[in-house]
């Protein structure tokens, strides 16, 4: 029996990853073929998956919409193209018309092939940028002053900071504007790490002192996919309240702790708000490599968690455009942030364990949706930037490739040979499955 608690978490899995898969597949694919068709080209097949096909209709122009059975992936198959990749059939091409060849990637003027390509790419970032927004307007901004939201459960203690207070000030130290993060990093080093703590607070018009918990208790508040504390069934919500036998009472004691162990084992007392139980468990922190502000990466001692406020803040709304400057700027540290990873990876100065294949992404895909709809969307958001980037890599047989080819002609003034693009395409092909297996290795012995 014990085998179907695995089983569900497995079911799972793969149904978050065929569920963001398909997704950003299908967004990806509908931009190549809207964008075709309004620039004139045609498409002969869309197809969401590989192999068999399990569904499929012809439209009033032609085009055959497909669900195939192996769906990890998809295509847009336009007329002249031989594959999937969009490879050229030239005894098909040669024989059209030249009203017909207008009709194909191949005889499509070069501003419309362009367009068509990198529709792709642009649809996943479009997705992105409306997504990140979305949910950041669904979020709101943290009101300004700091106002105490819902208080979140906390073992044994009685406070007297409460709902709808306004933070003035804790331990004399005077709250500055939540949205300056420089600010609050040197106020939150100020605060002492104490269990209780005082608040001064703006109740109902009048000033009041009163006693409340560490404002960054070790709670927490979001668990990282493929983590130590993920593996071993820590949760959101969960308090850890001694390490090592050692009573902890602010989010920095406990990651003092963490990287002090140096990847040694350490016990955790963990406090389970829903249940109301005291749990015990023992985790060894692993090396990650994280991105420092100032660029490049440092290698820390993790656990896989992130911390919060004692109390979920008031929030306030933010207008469309603000938020979509927000989703913009998300998806931007996104394709920074892995390009900046990649080239780290490249030169040796972080472990090439950073780069994960079709199961990290599966288990992260599974992790995500265990935590909840927004958080599983959020991710969903993420790896379709991740991977418009990707497609944009000037390796033949991706967007960036055939961008490549027609910046060439562009150039030169012809497009290359039919017998140079085939060889390309092949190496392209290799240098991708190459890629796909290395990735694939790192998810199988990578700790």
């Known amino acids: 029996m014990a085998f179907l608690p695995e089983f569900g978490g497995f079911a799972m899995t793969l149904i978050a990853f065929v569920v963001a898969l398909s ?67 030239g005894d098909v091409v040669r024989a059209m018309t030249e009203t017909e060849r207008r009709r194909t990637m191949h005889g499509a003027p070069l501003w419309a092939r362009a367009a068509t390509v990198v529709a792709g790419p642009a649809f996943n970032f479009a997705l992105s940028i409306i997504v990140f927004a979305a949910i950041i307007m669904v979020r709101g901004q943290v009101a300004e002053p700091l106002t105490v939201g819902e208080m979140r459960p906390l073992p044994d203690m009685i406070f007297e900071l409460q709902e709808g207070d306004e933070v003035l000030a804790v331990e004399g130290q005077e709250v500055p504007a939540f949205s300056d993060a420089e600010a609050m990093n040197e106020f939150s080093s100020a605060i002492p790490q104490a269990r209780v703590l005082d608040y001064t607070v703006r109740r109902d018009g009048e000033v009041l002192q009163v006693t409340g918990p560490n404002l960054y208790p070790p709670l927490i508040s979001q668990l990282a996919p493929q983590s130590a504390a993920y593996d071993i069934g820590l949760e959101t919500g969960d308090v850890i309240v001694a390490v090592n036998e050692d009573e902890v009472s602010a989010f920095d004691q406990l ?188 998810d199988i012995f990578c700790p």
């Not at 964008?35 to 085009?63: C, K, M, N, Q, Y």
């Not at 490739?401 to 693009?421: K, T």
């Open 23 to 89: 997704i950003i597949v299908a967004i990806h694919e509908y931009g190549h073929y809207i964008v075709g068709r309004w620039s004139g080209i045609h498409a002969e097949v869309f197809s969401l998956g590989f192999g068999p096909v399990l569904f499929s209709r012809v439209d009033s122009r032609g085009t055959r919409w497909q669900v195939a059975a192996l769906p990890f992936g998809g295509y847009v198959r336009f007329l002249g193209d031989s594959d999937a990749a969009s490879g050229k059939d």
């Open 255 to 442: 990651k003092t702790h963490v990287e002090g162990a140096d990847g040694a084992p350490i016990k955790l007392k963990v406090f389970r708000p829903s249940t109301g139980e005291t749990l015990d468990f023992v985790l060894a922190p692993r090396r990650v490599d994280e991105p420092q502000p100032g660029g490049g990466f440092a290698t820390k001692w993790r656990i896989g968690i992130v911390g919060g406020l004692a109390f979920e803040p008031a929030t306030e709304v933010i207008g469309p455009f603000e938020a979509i400057g927000d989703g913009v700027l998300q998806t931007y540290r996104i394709m920074t942030g892995s390009i900046s990873g990649l080239w780290h990876m490249i030169t040796g100065a972080i472990s090439t364990c950073n780069m994960t294949g079709p199961i990290g992404i599966a288990q992260t895909s599974g992790a995500m949706a265990s935590q909840g709809a927004e958080s599983f969307i959020w991710f969903v958001a993420a790896l379709s930037t991740a991977v418009g980037l990707l497609n944009l890599f000037p390796v033949p047989v991706l967007d960036g490739g055939h961008l490549v080819f027609y910046a060439y002609e562009a150039v030169v003034g012809r497009p290359p040979s039919d017998f140079a693009l085939r060889v390309l395409m092949a190496a392209g092909l290799t240098l991708v499955l190459s890629v796909m297996v290395f990735a694939l290795t790192n």
